[in-house]
């Protein structure tokens, strides 16, 4: 995570796996979906508008 300076930050996250028992387009939807709840989760604990 780094501070933007303007009462922001960026969050940069990254991973590597393997598809087992599902497509490499359904991983990457997986991976999306987990991410997306995380930086969501994170926005709502931390956000301060």
């Not at 303007?6 to 393997?18: D, E, H, L, P, V």
């Not at 497509?23 to 995380?38: M, N």
Request: glycine share 8%; proline share 0%.
């Amino acid at each position: 995570m780094s501070d933007n300076g303007n009462n922001t930050s960026t969050i940069q996250w990254a991973s590597r796996f393997y598809a087992d028992g599902v497509s490499d387009a359904e991983a990457i939807e997986l991976i999306k979906g987990v991410y997306t709840a995380g930086l969501t989760s994170l926005q709502a604990r931390f956000d301060q508008k």
